[in-house]
């Protein structure tokens, strides 16, 4: 019977591995699945906050938007307002002296005088130009040509 007794006594030693055993498997199981938990709610945060980023550079860019169209509006006003000088100047010129307004035109910036003339009559310019410098009228003419290009 001792050797009943050793078995039974094996047979509850396997029984207890085994119950060990299971149970280190369902701690193992228990804390993964708090660490795949925590890695989920890792992953939500990480989302939510993606998502607000997200949002966020949206509302940039439609500012940005609005931004463009704010400059957009405020260069084209600026453009009208230098095309009325520049109409109004041209105006000045045309009613000045030929060899006058020459004098002037051999003293202006090139890109000037090129916007100033654009906006002049041709019976305006062409005494002016006669009274011109002859290199100036030469490089004035030329610009004239490339902006009509």
């Not at 009613?95 to 916007?115: H, T, Y």
């Not at 906006?119 to 004239?144: D, G, R, T």
């Given at each position: ?53 997200e ?9 940005l ?31 000045m ?10 003293e ?24 011109m ?17």
């Amino acid at each position: 019977m001792v050797i009943g007794h050793i078995c039974v006594a094996q047979g509850e030693k396997s029984a207890s591995i085994t119950s060990k055993h299971e149970v280190k498997l369902f701690t193992q199981l228990s804390d993964r699945r708090k660490q795949l938990n925590r890695y989920e709610e890792d992953i939500e945060k990480k989302k939510a906050f993606l998502q607000a980023v997200e949002c966020n550079i949206a509302k940039k860019v439609e500012e940005l938007h609005e931004l463009q169209k704010c400059i957009k509006k405020y260069q084209d006003t600026v453009q009208i307002q230098e095309d009325k000088k520049m109409r109004s100047l041209a105006k000045v010129y045309e009613g000045m002296n030929p060899k006058r307004a020459a004098q002037i035109f051999n003293e202006l910036d090139l890109s000037i005088l090129v916007k100033l003339v654009s906006q002049m009559k041709e019976v305006k310019v062409a005494p002016i130009l006669s009274f011109m410098e002859l290199q100036k009228a030469k490089e004035l003419s030329v610009s004239l040509t490339k902006k009509i290009d």
